[in-house]
Structures are given as C-alpha cells and as structure tokens.
C-alpha cells in the first residue's frame, strides 16, 4: 500500500483563457518564460515527496502530454511515476462529466495502487506549497477529507467555493461560487474559499464519486455536488493555506504564501507582472523549493547587444525576466516576461509584455500590456497596445482592462 496516490485534474478546457487555449490544454500554457502551468503543483508534489503522480488529460491535450512524457520521468524502480491518463470512457459513451467523473472514471487508477490517501489537486493554478504538511494536518485531524482554504477579498470570492468552519477548522457549511459569499466572522472584508486542492482518505472518496455517479441529477463537481454531500456526514476539515511555510535558507527566512487561479487572460497577465516586481510575490530562485522548468534544449544564453547612446540604440531590459535564446538587439525591454527564442530588433520598445516562444519583433515596434502567443513575426513599425479599437479589428482579444492578445502564429500581412 502507497501513502498517498496524486490525481492531478487538467483535463478542463480553459475557455476564460482563450485564445492561449484554443490549440493546448490551459495547464499546458507557457508561464514564466521556462515553465508550464503543470509545472508548479508537478514541482510542490515531488518537493513534498509524493511521487506517485495521475495527470488526468482530455481537451486539447497533445502538448500536455507531450510536455509530461518528455521531461516528467522519475524513477520506476522506486515506483515513482508522473503518468498522463488520457480520457478513455471506462464507465459509458462520455467524457468526463465533471470534477469528480474524472476520477470516477479512473477509479481503477485507485484499486492498482490501493493508497491510503488520495490527493485531488487542480493543474492550473500558480503557488508554491509544501503539501506534506497538509497531508500531516489530515492525519493529525483523522480527517475523512481535507480542504486547502484560503481568505480571499469578499468581491473576489463568487468566483470560488465558500466554506464556513468551526473552531476546530471542521467544515460547516459550502456554498460553490455564492451571488452573496458569507464572510469569514470577525473579518467582514474576507471570505474563506476553497483552493480546488483535496485530500481524501481512500474508500470515502471511492464511496463519494460512486454515490455521485448514481445521481441523475447532479452535474457530477466536488464544489456543486460532493462536498456539499460529505461534510454534514464525514469528518471534513479545512487545512489553512497561509500556514503552509517553506524556508529560503539563503535568506534564512520563509517564503509568505502565494496562489493565484490564473483562468483569465487578466489573472494570467497580472500573475506574469508580479514575476517581474522588485521583490517577487512568488520566489522562482529558492534552490531549496525549485520549480522545475524545462528550457529549450540548444539555446544560448541570453544576449543584449548594441550600446549606441547617441543615436538611442540600446539593448537593454529593465525589471523583465529574459529567457535562453533571446536576443535584445537594440531594443529595450520593460516589466515584461520574454520566453526562449525572442529576438527584439533595433528601437523597439515593450512594456509590460508577455512573449511566447520564438517570437520575433521588427524595428521600431512599439508594444504596451500585450501578450503574443508563439511563433508571431511582427512587423517593424507596429503598434499595439495603444489603439485598443484598431487592436480588436484586427481579431485580437482586448480584455476590459486592456490587455492585448496577439493568437499563437498570428500572419500580420494578411491585416495589411
């Protein structure tokens, strides 16, 4: 018997986030110049110790799997596995209904390796947690099943589940994304939500998801359906995640707790601006908690070339994170994340950007609060980020808060 068994869920489609989910699935979204989103909860899991890792795959999930198989291998001999699990209609004629389906429908994935403990874990947020102290926490409670939480803002909390709690952290009441969230007492600007991350003891989660599956009712969510069926019954507890610590001994000191649900184009946006402030809200560089990205293999070092003052030729790049294989080629970058294999061109400026893999920028572009999916040549001369109406005719997306979307292989001469 395994301690614990991880099903990752990273089979939903990420419509919020499109267009970078229009060809990939949303965990497989690049983020942070050498990472996938999959990256960060894979990286908390085997910096936990839990080795014994499902990825449940199903829309769009070519470069998931892709991305898994390639630089995901651990070691079997010491059964250490991260293994994608396509959707395969075990249990009738559909895909995954729901949350909880996708595990139904992989129950067997359970019965092989008979845990005690079964993580059910989201593949699309960006945090950085020691779970072992959450697994800990579920054993110290005999919990049936335990709930990462977190306070958010009472405005922001519809988007979430809403969990009302004891003083012991026992679950009393969930409401799924509530019109009017019920604040957390004693703190009226906060409520307690749900981080989509659950521990589960074995046979309760079997014995839930088989349940759910009977009822034609249900829509077959842990949110909608099986949490609200289990904590009035089982021993529910809600682990808090502004607990969890994990130490930076280079600065001996801990790192303050980070998550954020990057499923819109402004979450994602937002989470890439906060890798490139002064002092990053999220730490990529503590050598004890890495996260494990996978650079493209035979890419040189970054390179920044012409130093030209007089005639404002200047390759430079100023609180940005810049990738193997780009090169800054007299042109300046600002507060943006440039992915491997960017080339800027002479006199070109962006601001606050977010460049894909193998984007190329000609002369005198001028960029501002624009995200530009893979494989783009632009023009020189180009503006964007400054007409936000010119931008949308174009067929780019313009968020309300006027962030720009240039979609993966992008042909500017067909606009001209």
């Excluded at 989103?37 to 839990?50: A, K, Q, T």
């Amino acid at each position: 018997m395994s301690k614990a068994l991880v099903m990752i869920l990273a089979g939903g489609q990420g419509k919020r986030l499109a267009p970078l989910t229009s060809d990939r699935a949303k965990p497989a979204v690049p983020f942070g110049g050498s990472y996938r989103i999959i990256d960060f909860v894979l990286s908390n899991f085997v910096n936990s110790g839990f080795m014994q890792i499902k990825v449940l795959t199903q829309f769009m999930s070519d470069s998931l799997i892709q991305h898994i198989s390639r630089n995901w291998s651990l070691s079997p001999r010491f059964n250490q596995y991260v293994d994608s699990v396509p959707a395969q209609m075990r249990t009738g004629d559909n895909w995954y209904l729901g949350s909880a389906d996708a595990i139904y429908q992989n129950l067997n994935l359970i019965r092989d390796e008979s845990p005690k403990n079964v993580f059910v874990f989201s593949g699309d947020h960006i945090y950085k947690m020691d779970i072992s102290q959450m697994y800990t926490y579920h054993n110290i409670k005999n919990a049936d099943m335990t709930i990462a939480a977190l306070p958010v803002p009472i405005k922001e909390a519809s988007a979430f589940g809403v969990i009302e709690i004891d003083e012991d952290y026992r679950m009393v009441g969930f409401e799924e994304k509530p019109k009017n969230p019920k604040p957390i007492p004693g703190n009226p600007g906060y409520a307690l939500v749900s981080m989509g991350n659950y521990l589960f003891s074995r046979d309760v989660l079997v014995n839930a998801v088989t349940n759910d599956a009977k009822d034609p009712t249900s829509e077959h969510d842990f949110g909608k359906n099986v949490i609200p069926a289990l904590y009035p019954y089982k021993r529910v507890y809600v682990y808090d995640f502004l607990k969890n610590t994990i130490y930076m001994p280079d600065e001996n000191e801990y790192e303050k707790p980070y998550w954020r649900d990057v499923g819109t184009i402004k979450s994602y946006f937002e989470a890439h601006m906060d890798l490139v402030s002064v002092s990053p809200a999220i730490n990529l560089y503590n050598r004890h908690w890495p996260i494990f990205g996978f650079p493209e293999v035979n890419m040189p070092p970054a390179k920044f070339v012409f130093a030209d003052k007089e005639h404002k030729r200047l390759g430079i790049a100023t609180d940005s994170l810049v990738s193997e294989g780009c090169i800054i080629s007299g042109g300046s970058v600002n507060r943006s994340v440039l992915s491997p294999g960017v080339r800027v061109n002479s006199y070109s400026k962006l601001d606050q950007c977010v460049i894909l893999n193998n984007v190329k920028i000609g002369r005198y572009c001028e960029l501002k609060n624009v995200i530009v999916d893979k494989n783009v040549v632009i023009p020189p001369d180009t503006k964007v980020g400054f007409d936000l109406k010119k931008d949308a005719e174009r067929g780019f997306t313009v968020t309300e808060d006027g962030i720009v979307v240039i979609p993966k292989g992008y042909n500017f001469q067909e606009d001209r």
